[in-house]
């Protein structure tokens, strides 16, 4: 019945949004307290240009194996110097990790 379909597909809709928080958590141990490790070009401390949350997001990815988006990284500060920067990345609706981004002179 048009009833029992609708069942089917809601627990189906849940299933799949725990399994999805599921794998966001897991993530996010892996993640945590992790430093990505970015080698840039520079001089006197100063990089050329910056670096973005797109090369941290695709640095990060490499990492871990899983893709992350460019637009769930959040950096705490812009990245212009060699250093050690703190971020966070949003994996799911309430599941974030937090990681260390060092950047090297190349």
Do not use: C, W
């Amino acid at each position: 019945t048009a009833l029992n379909m609708v069942r089917t597909k809601n627990e189906a809709k849940e299933h799949h949004a725990a399994e999805a928080l599921a794998a966001a958590q897991k993530l996010a141990e892996t993640i945590k307290d992790s430093t990505v490790v970015i080698k840039s070009k520079g001089n006197g401390g100063r990089l050329f240009g910056k670096i973005t949350a797109k090369e941290v997001a695709l640095h990060l990815s490499q990492q871990v194996n899983h893709e992350i988006d460019k637009r769930k990284v959040d950096l705490e500060r812009e990245i212009k110097e060699f250093g050690t920067y703190n971020a966070t990345v949003k994996l799911h609706p309430g599941v974030t990790s937090s990681f260390k981004v060092k950047v090297e002179e190349q």
